[in-house]
Structures are given as C-alpha cells and as structure tokens.
C-alpha cells in the first residue's frame, strides 16, 4: 500500500504543487500586460495548458525514475540512486514554484531570472541522470527543458 501511495504522490506532487502555489504569485494581469515582452511570446492561454502537460511529463518522469531504481530487496525509497536524483528534482521543483512568486508576485525580473538559470542547471543533471536510469524518463523531461530555457529567454528580454 505503501509503494502505491508513493507512486501516486510522485505523479500528481508537481501539478497539485503548482496548484497550492499559485495563489501566492497574484498574477497582476495589468501590470504583466505592461511589460514590454519579446516577439516569441506566447498568447497567454498557452501557458496554463503548456504548464499542465509539464508537470504530468515531470510527475511520470519521476515515477518512471523511481520504478527502473527498484530492486528486488530494496525499495526505491531506499535506494540511494534515486534518493539523489530526488533531493536534484525536489529543490528544481520547489524553484519552479518560487519562480513564479518572485516574478509576478514580487515583481523582481532579475532574481526570477537568477531562479530560472538555476532550474535550468539543475534539469541539465536531472536528464543526465535519467539518461543514465531510464531512457522514457529522460525524453519525458526534455520538453520541460526546452520550456524552461525558452522561460529564460522571456524573463531575460523582459528583465533587460
């Protein structure tokens, strides 16, 4: 019962953890309509729906990490390949959800900037390692890659 709760959790921490944390971003439409963005940004009702794909990419990402670490005596949980992979995973998640408090909530472009540059080195290691661990793992993560590197670009032209 146990595996199957961790499981579960797994899948559904990333978009119930945006959920419980977005209210703390008070996205300030006018203010965010405002700022002066690049050509490449997207239409606001994209991001809503790009970020769910994402999180259910990053939930079975996890998942997928957490069963090929498995072995017949030891459960993931204790295995510390994937104890390691989750400390990298959890820190870049809770910095995803930061990040959107600092940018819109705080209004601070530049630290969001910083936040972003890090979620970025962080993900390079997540796809090393799940390159190393389960190749699905890893190609499931690559679209939030590419996501978060095109975020930087945004905040970047809009910081600057």
Not at 26 to 42: A, E
Not at 67 to 86: A, D, G, V, W
């Amino acid at each position: 019962m146990m595996e199957l709760l961790n499981q579960i959790l797994l899948v559904i921490q990333p978009t119930v953890g945006s959920i419980l944390t977005s209210g703390f971003s008070r996205f300030d439409q006018k203010w965010y309509n405002s700022l002066k963005k690049p050509g490449l940004t997207p239409p606001n009702f994209v991001f809503p729906i790009a970020w769910t794909i994402l999180y259910i990419l990053l939930g079975v990402n996890a998942l997928l990490i957490y069963n090929s670490t498995k072995t017949k005596n030891r459960p993931s949980i204790m295995n510390k390949e994937f104890k390691n992979y989750l400390v990298i995973y959890e820190i870049q998640l809770i910095l995803n959800f930061v990040w959107g408090w600092v940018f819109f909530g705080l209004k601070n472009l530049k630290l969001a900037l910083a936040i972003v540059v890090i979620m970025i080195l962080l993900t390079i290691y997540l796809l090393v390692q799940s390159w190393k661990i389960n190749r699905v793992a890893f190609w499931l993560l690559v679209p939030y890659f590419v996501w978060i590197s095109f975020a930087s670009y945004l905040n970047f032209s809009i910081a600057f």
